[in-house]
Nanobody, 118 residues
C-alpha cells in the first residue's frame, strides 16, 4: 500500500486546511486509516482514525471538535478537515493505514507540513 498526502501549508491562527491522502496498491488489505502528526522535537501524536468499511471514528483529545476525519472509498482517499487551527497544531502530518482493526499502523505516507502562524 502506498500513501500520498497533500494539502498542507501555512495558515493563520483560527484558519482552516483540508488534508488529503490518496491510497494505492493492495488496498483491499486495509482495515483502518488515520492521521498522525509530529512537531519539531516532539514524539509523533495520534490525531484521528477511521474504519475503512464502517463508520467508526476516533480523535486525539487536542483536536476533538475542531478536526474531522472522513473518507471517499470510491476514490481511495482519506481527508482531514482542520478548523480553528492553533500554533500548537503545527507539525508534519502523516497519513497511515493498517490491515487490522487494532494494533500498529504499518503503512505510512511521506508527510505534509502544516504551519499555523500566531
Amino acid at each position: 500500500v502506498q500513501l500520498a498526502e497533500s494539502g498542507g501549508g501555512l495558515v493563520q491562527t483560527g484558519g482552516s486546511l483540508r488534508l488529503s491522502c490518496v491510497a494505492s496498491g493492495r488496498f483491499h488489505d486495509i482495515w483502518n486509516m488515520g492521521w498522525f502528526r509530529q512537531a519539531s522535537g516532539k514524539e509523533r501524536e495520534f490525531v484521528a482514525g477511521i474504519s475503512w468499511f464502517g463508520h467508526t471514528t476516533d480523535y486525539g483529545d487536542s483536536v476533538k471538535d475542531r478536526f474531522t476525519i472522513s473518507r471517499d472509498n470510491a476514490r481511495n482517499t482519506l481527508f482531514l478537515q482542520m478548523r480553528s487551527l492553533k500554533p500548537e497544531d503545527t507539525g508534519v502530518y502523516y497519513c497511515a493505514a493498517r490491515g487490522t482493526p487494532t494494533g500498529d499502523y504499518n503503512y505510512w505516507g511521506q508527510g505534509t507540513q502544516v504551519t499555523v502562524s500566531s
